[in-house]
Structures are given as C-alpha cells and as structure tokens.
C-alpha cells in the first residue's frame, strides 16, 4: 500500500448516494477462425464510483471539496465504504465467513480475503482495509480472542496470532469482518455548479480504488 494513504473514511451519507462498481481488464483476440482467446490483464478487479450523485446539498458540498482539498486531490488514498459489498458474509459478520488458511503448527500470519463464488473459478479479494473492531477468528471453529489469541492490522487486514497461539496443524483459519476499499481521488479538478445558489452541485467526483 502506497504511504500517501489517510487512515480517514470518506463521507459515508454521501458515498450511499454514489454510482459505481467493479472494473474487470480483459484482453480478446479473435483469431482467423472467429475463435476468440481472452485473458486477464488484471488479477483482481478495480471499483470505480462517481460520488457526486451523493451530494444533494450545499453542506455536503463544501464538505467534499474539504475532505478533496486535504487529501490535495489525487494526492492521498483514503477509505471508502461500498454499501453493496463491506462485509464478510451477511450484515453481521461471523468468524466462519470467510477462510483465511490452514494452520501447521507454525505459521502466525494470515491475510483477510474475501471469496466470490464456488463452482466454477472462485476468486479471493485481498482486503486490506477493516474496520476497527469487526474482526472475529476462528481456528478449527473455536472463535479466538482478539488481543489475546490475535491481532489484527487494520491498515493491512493482516491476522497476527501471538506467540504460543498459533494455529495447529490441519486447523482452517477463518474469518469475519467489515471493511473498506482504499481509494483515491481519479481527478485533480472538480467542478462545482453554483448556479442554483441553494442547491449547488458537484456533477463528477471520480473515485478509483488503489492496489496494493
């Protein structure tokens, strides 16, 4: 993750107002024949949201060109909460969500991921941004203690069992959690609309997410 990142979550009653996805990079040649051989430019997909639908008021107004002003536009990465898709499992998150690895007796350290799908090509999400506080683990399906058992990084969704904890071997280690995606500003410049002087209005305010 890049250091030009603020730990700072964007405001979330005007980012439940945005628009936006996940972005896939497919490369599709079509051969002689019209068959077509397709591969994938990215291993994992990158969201993308236009925030200015969620602005519906002069206060949220100035409130985003504060928040776009300190993060010196595309500058500063920062959190965003996706209301479609910031948890885990259900609304509520469980430690048997998502499986994190298995123990052998020696291993401490376990990346959050969060799978989409089953049956045919299952991919696993790095998450790398949790929110404080939400993280449950379980290993073996025994829910262990955070900062007893387990610590977690909340700037790098990196599971940490402290010395003597570590799972045993052939244990599944799992997890539930809440998160957010980091991300930064795609635009230097926004445009602000003032002609209306009651109801001004920023049509375009770009957000992409950041690898890591």
Known sequence: MPAAFHEVLFPL???????????????????????????????????RWNAGYG?????ALSQVVSFFEERRGRLYGFRWRDRLDHCS???TPAPDDQWLGTGDGMAASFQ??????????PYARPIAKPVAGSVRVAVGGQEK????????????GLVVFRAGHEPAAAAAVTAGF?????VRFDSDFLEVDLTSFAAGEIQSIPIVEIGF
């Open 13 to 47: 009653d005007i980012a439940l107002g945005a628009r936006g996805g996940p972005e896939r990079r497919t490369e599709i040649v079509t051969t002689g024949s019209g068959r077509e051989q397709r591969n994938a430019r990215w291993a994992h997909a990158r969201r």
């Open 55 to 59: 602005v519906k008021s002069v206060a």
């Open 89 to 91: 499992g259900g609304a």
């Open 112 to 121: 959050l991921v969060k799978r989409y799908g089953a049956d045919h090509a």
């Open 145 to 156: 203690v955070a900062g007893v058992d387990y610590d977690c990084d909340v700037t790098t």
């Open 178 to 182: 809440l998160f957010d995606v980091p």
